[in-house]
C-alpha cells in the first residue's frame, strides 16, 4: 500500500487531516480546535509521505517526528501519525488498539473538562452552583475538572487577585504570572471548598491551576487543599502553551505535600517528559495525543511513567471526535497507571450529524465502551460533511 495523497481541511474549528492511499482507504487525523494556522504545517509533510507504506507507520514517522515542537507545533505530526493509525487499523480489519497491544481495559474512564456549564461568576457561590450542574450531568462523570486561578477569567474578575498586571491578550495561553496576594490564595481556597461541598467524596474534583504560580504560593496551595483531597492541581508552574517544562521547579511543589500534581499537555515526544518522569517531579503527567506527537508516543510516555510510579490523565479537551477516538483507541491499551482521560465534545454540535460509528450515547456512569471496528473505528458520513467543507477545500473528500 501507498500514500498517494495527503490533505487538510478546517472542518468547524478543527484541522482535519485525510491521508489517501492507492488501495481506496483513507485515514482520518484531527488538530485540536481554533488552529486553522497550521493547516500549511499539515500540507508541508506532503513530499516526505507520499509513496511510503501508511501501515509501517513508525518508519514514516520517522521522517517527520523531528519537524513538530511544543503546543500548538506539534498538532500536524500528532495528526498525521493518527491518521496513518486508521489507515494501518482498516488495511489489517482491526481496531487500533490491537495494533498497540490489545486493551487491557473494555471500557475507559473520562472526565469532564470540556462540557462546559457557563459561569455565573467567580465566587465561592458561583463556583458551588456551576459544579452542582456538572455534577447533575447525565453523563454520570466520576470526574470534574474546573478552572481557578490563573487558569481562566478569576486573576481578573477579582479585584487585588495577585501583585502582577492582568492583561487581557486575545491569544489563548498566554503566560501571565506573579505572587498572589493572601486575598487572593484565600479566595482560590474558599472556591474549592465550596467546590467539594458540592462533590463531596461521590465525584472527583481536579483542578486547571494555571501555568503561572510562583513556588511557595503553589506550596502554600497544595497545603491548604490538602484536607479537601483535590484529584489533583494541573499546571501549576508551566503547560498549556509554555514552550518549556521546568521539571526541577515542579519537583519542589511536587515534595512539599500529598496532593498529586499533574502537567504535560503541551509537551511534545517522550524526551520531554523525562524530566518529570525520571526525576518524579509530578505525580501524574497529561500528554495529550494530538500534542505529544500522536496515540504510540502517548503510550510510550504511558509505560515510562508507569515504571516510575506516575501516574497518567491524558488531556483532549479540543480534540474533537475524532480525537476522541483516538484517545479511547490508546487509553484502552495503557497500563494501570491510567486514571482517565479528558473527554472531547464535537464543536459545533453538528459534528455529531458528521461522524458515524460513535455509542450513543457516548459516555454511560463515567466511561465509554471500547468499540470493535477496524481503524479509529470511526468514520465520516462523506455526504453530510461534505456541506460544512470550506468553499476552497470541496474536493477534500473525493
Ligand atoms: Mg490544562
Redesign the pocket.
Known amino acids: 500500500m501507498k500514500i498517494t495523497d495527503l490533505k487538510c481541511t478546517v472542518i468547524g474549528d478543527n484541522p482535519v487531516v485525510r491521508i489517501v492511499t492507492d488501495e481506496g482507504i483513507s485515514g482520518y487525523g484531527e488538530v485540536e480546535s481554533y488552529k486553522p494556522y497550521l493547516v500549511p504545517h499539515v500540507l508541508h509533510f506532503k513530499p516526505a509521505l507520499l509513496g511510503q507504506d501508511p501501515t509501517n507507520v513508525e518508519r514514516v514517522m520517522l521522517r517527520i517526528r523531528q519537524r513538530g515542537g511544543f503546543k500548538p507545533w506539534g498538532s500536524a505530526v500528532s495528526a498525521i501519525e493518527m491518521a496513518l493509525w486508521d489507515v494501518a487499523g482498516k488495511a489489517a480489519g482491526l481496531p487500533v488498539y490491537k495494533l498497540l497491544g490489545g486493551k487491557v481495559r473494555d471500557r475507559v474512564r473520562v472526565y469532564n ?1 470540556a462540557v462546559r456549564e457557563p459561569m455565573t461568576g467567580y465566587t465561592p457561590a458561583d463556583f458551588a452552583e456551576n459544579t452542582a450542574r456538572m455534577k447533575a450531568r447525565p453523563e454520570g462523570f466520576t470526574i470534574v ?1 474546573q ?1 481557578i486561578a490563573f ?1 481562566g477569567p478569576m486573576r481578573t474578575q477579582v479585584p487585588n487577585f495577585f501583585y502582577g498586571e492582568p492583561e487581557q491578550v486575545p491569544l489563548a495561553g498566554t503566560l501571565i504570572r506573579g505572587l498572589l496576594t493572601e486575598r487572593g490564595l484565600n479566595h482560590v481556597v474558599a472556591c474549592v471548598a465550596a467546590m467539594k461541598e458540592v462533590l463531596g467524596d461521590e465525584v472527583g474534583l481536579a483542578l ?1 491551576c494555571g501555568p503561572g504560580w510562583a513556588v511557595p504560593d503553589a506550596i502554600r496551595l497544595a497545603r491548604a487543599l490538602e484536607p479537601l483531597h483535590p484529584l489533583w492541581l ?2 501549576l508552574i508551566t ?2 502553551y509554555v514552550p518549556y517544562v521546568s521539571a526541577d521547579v515542579y519537583r519542589e511543589v511536587t515534595r512539599a505535600s500529598t496532593v498529586p500534581i499533574h502537567t504535560g ?1 503541551q509537551i511534545y515526544l517522550r524526551h520531554n517528559f523525562k524530566g518529570l518522569i525520571e526525576g518524579h517531579a509530578v505525580h501524574i503527567v ?1 500528554p495529550d495525543p494530538c500534542d505529544v506527537g500522536g496515540i504510540a508516543e502517548l503510550k510510550w510516555v504511558a509505560e515510562y511513567a508507569d515504571l516510575h510510579g506516575i501516574l497518567i490523565a491524558p ?1 483532549g ?1 479540543g480534540n474533537g471526535l475524532l480525537g476522541l477516538a483516538a484517545l479511547v483507541q490508546v487509553c484502552a491499551t495503557l497500563p494501570s497507571n491510567f486514571i482517565a482521560f ?1 473527554y472531547p465534545i464535537g464543536k459545533p454540535a453538528w459534528w455529531y450529524d458528521i461522524v458515524r460509528g460513535l455509542p450513543d450515547p457516548i459516555v454511560q456512569d463515567g466511561h465509554i465502551e471500547v468499540w470493535d471496528r477496524p481503524g479509529m473505528g470511526v468514520d465520516f458520513d462523506v455526504e453530510a460533511a461534505a456541506a460544512y467543507l470550506p468553499e476552497a477545500d470541496r474536493d477534500f473528500f473525493a
Do not use: L, N, P, V
Open positions: 473538562g475538572k478552572a487558569h486547571d494541573e499546571d503547560g498549556d499537555e497529561g488531556h479537551t479528558e
